[in-house]
């Protein structure tokens, strides 16, 4: 069973930087899509950012400039920089998984989730 486990999350302030970590357990190939997304109370969870095997990314408009996402193959680990952290980015911070890839994200079949990691942001 394919399990997947977020770390790094935490209390930042307002212009801070924090770096958020899933690892993948129980396949040894790499999920094809790796990818985040957030859920603040009250909200549904949406997309944050995705990036393929081969490297293609895709960031939701919100975090264009002030996130990266990166993955190791060979770990089957990725992570998500988040830079210039601002009050709105508050919400609980979920890895996920898609075997294919579109450019629309709404596309991909996130079918696999982590547990979640918060991530506060404070003014």
């Known amino acids: 069973q394919v399990s997947l486990v977020e770390s790094g999350g935490g209390l930042v302030q307002a212009g801070g930087s924090l770096r958020l970590s899933c690892a993948t357990s129980g396949r040894s190939l790499s999920p094809y899509v790796m990818g985040w997304f957030r859920q603040a109370p009250g909200n549904e969870r949406v997309f944050v950012a995705a990036?393929?095997?081969?490297?293609?990314?895709n960031y939701a408009d919100s975090v264009k400039g002030r996130f990266t996402i990166s993955r190791d193959n060979a770990k089957n680990t990725w992570n998500l920089q988040m830079n210039n952290l601002k009050p709105d980015d508050t919400a609980v911070y979920y890895c996920?998984?898609?075997?294919?890839?579109?450019?629309?994200?709404?596309?991909?079949?996130?079918?696999?989730w982590g547990q979640g990691t918060q991530v506060t942001v404070s003014s």
């Open positions: 990036i393929s095997r081969p490297g293609m990314t």
């Open positions: 996920t998984t898609s075997d294919i890839w579109y450019a629309d994200y709404r596309s991909m079949n996130f079918n696999n």
